[in-house]
């Protein structure tokens, strides 16, 4: 997290644009919170307490109330993660064709060490999530936004190598 | 069909026919194969009448519930005073189902023109496709579908939008799709009011699931008599459905069927069965929140909404969830009451301790730990949480867990005499 973050508005020249555009959909502002989200969260990374106070700046809202939706929302990072964030299903129909295996691949493979942790060199955060809507492909693994399929202990290595 | 695809001899294809060619996902080729025709006809007949072709038809809720669609419809004021709005669910995140995913990946614009009808119907002036957060690659493609739709000019005055979900189970939940629409926390809504009166943003409003919206077109074009001759059971289960197979099998894939079709042979015909060597033990037929099926309940099971309800069960979504013998039930009730612990909002407290209570204790059953009357606490706590709760998450946790113990008991047994253990990952 740099220094001019902190100096640096997220919602001027064209993500300002960008978010005209959103609040265009609406009937309300707030109601473009959830895309305002993910708009803040490409340009940082992250969700931070500024952010969600700049967030709630430019949609009319309360910090607080940014906050208690933030939380809802499983995909919102409210720590920074990994340059590449990996997420792992393992609920039932995963988890019994062994992306328990997968996990533990992936931790193995990129030094993360635990689940939700991040890697020393800051390019890794493995977490396991509930399903992922592709469970006749188990185990489907996002990559950041790469959605892969029938991800087995052994196709770690090379989807590790090619994201590093 | 499986992957990659080709349709099995014994599948029904009617939404699934373009799954794996690519250029049925653009508008020109989306045209090129009959695209868009069902709209232009269903355009010139007044909204009423359109409704009354869904009706005639027979069509089901494809999302879970089964609610009639025509009616749902039909349920949007007579008399226009406000704005109204069309909501698709497009956040298929029921465990074991993955059957929109595809609609959207392969055939986009079957539903954005299924979207279009059903706006029309409704007296829509605007429409939100809400899609999981998860669903990059939809996503992208629908974008791109929708992009070249609306240069097309295909939905006139109506404005479609997407919006993107950002991981909540619960936000399938069609109030608490509408509370995440507006900006807020995916908690459900108590009903009423139905949506039809007071839905989206205070107004009324429709929401529809992407399979349901995808059948639309084809019933207009063909007419609602030939959707209600599919049928191969019950009248009341009319058209064609896909099937989300997946776990044991050794074909798993989505899979088109007319609705009454056998269960078993979708299981073993089509999906290839268990594994060499092995055989089946349990199956989940519509997606993780419905009661399980024994093997001999599933190999007489039929695949419609009233056939799996004769066998304990519910046909929901469509996710046929498949065990084999070297499943762990236990293991596995345990993870599904875990997904239901993490997927709570935690508004309803049978709900948010119910679902926390129920994996706790089957976890120490797990570890060796558990304590005699742990069964009868596990039923006890389900029976107080169902039917009480604003939505049906705390019912959806409930139901593996009381039929799982009731079915395979024995497994449980094994646990709490200390005959079994396994090591928690």
Sequence with gaps: MTVLEDYLPIFTGKTLEELHTILARYPNKQAALLPTLWIAQRERGWISDRTMAEVAEVLGVTPAYVKGVVTFYTMYHQHPVGKNFVQVCTTSPCNIRGAEGVVKAFLEQTGAGDAGATSQDGKWTIVEVECLGACGFATPVLVNDDFLENVTPEKVPEIVKKYR | ?425
């Excluded at chain 2, 599948?11 to 653009?26: I, M, W």
């Excluded at chain 2, 939100?128 to 998860?134: M, S, V």
Aim: glycine fraction near 10%; aromatic fraction near 8%; charged fraction near 20%.
């Design chain 2, 1 to 425: 069909m499986g992957f990659p695809h080709k349709p099995h001899p014994k599948e029904t294809v009617v939404l699934s026919q373009y799954f794996g060619d690519a250029d049925a996902r653009t508008y020109k080729g989306w045209t090129k194969r009959g695209g868009y025709q069902a709209l232009a006809q269903a355009l010139k007949t007044d909204p009423v009448a359109v409704t009354d072709i869904v009706k005639e038809s027979g069509l089901r809720g494809r999302g879970g519930a089964g609610f009639p669609t025509g009616l749902k419809w039909s349920f949007m004021p007579k008399e226009k005073k406000k704005a109204h709005y069309l909501c698709v669910n497009a956040d298929e995140s029921e465990p074991g189902t993955f059957k929109d995913r595809e609609i959207m990946r392969w055939t986009p614009h079957a539903l954005l023109e299924g979207t279009a009808i059903a706006a029309h119907a409704i007296r829509a002036e605007v429409v939100y496709i809400y899609i999981r957060g998860e669903f990059t690659e939809p996503w992208t493609i629908m974008e791109q579908a929708l992009a070249e739709a609306n240069a097309a000019g295909v939905f006139g005055t109506i404005k479609v939008y997407l919006h993107r979900g950002a991981g909540a189970y619960i936000c399938g939940e069609e109030t608490a799709l509408m509370n995440s629409i507006e900006g807020k926390r995916g908690n459900p809504r108590i009903k009423p009011p139905f949506p039809a009166a007071a839905g989206l943003f205070g107004l009324p409003t429709t929401i529809n699931n992407v399979e349901t919206l995808a059948a639309v077109p084809h019933i207009i074009t063909r007419g609602a008599a030939w959707y209600k001759s599919l049928c191969l059971s019950n009248p009341k289960s009319t058209g064609t459905k896909l099937f989300s197979v997946c776990g044991h099998v050794q074909r798993p894939g989505n899979y088109e069927v007319t609705l009454g079709f056998p269960l078993k042979d979708l299981i073993y015909d089509m999906c290839g069965g268990p594994p060499a060597g092995r055989t089946l033990k349990a199956c989940i037929p519509g997606g993780s929140s419905v009661p399980i099926l024994t093997r001999e309940e599933t190999e007489a099971c039929l695949l419609d909404y009233e056939g799996v309800v004769e066998r304990g069960s519910m046909l929901g979504s469509g996710g046929v969830i498949v065990f084999d013998d070297s499943a762990d039930m236990v293991y596995q009730i345990m993870r599904l009451a875990k997904f239901y612990a993490h997927e709570s909002c935690a508004q309803c407290t049978q709900c948010r301790e119910g679902t926390a209570w129920t994996t706790k204790i089957l976890e120490r059953i797990l570890a060796g730990q558990g304590k005699p009357k742990d069964l009868d606490l596990l039923l006890d706590l389900a029976e107080n949480m169902t039917g009480k709760t604003i939505c049906v998450l705390s019912d959806s946790c409930a139901a593996p867990v009381v039929s799982g113990i009731k079915k395979f008991r024995g497994e449980f047994e094994a646990y709490l005499a200390g005959k079994r253990q396994v090591v928690m990952v």
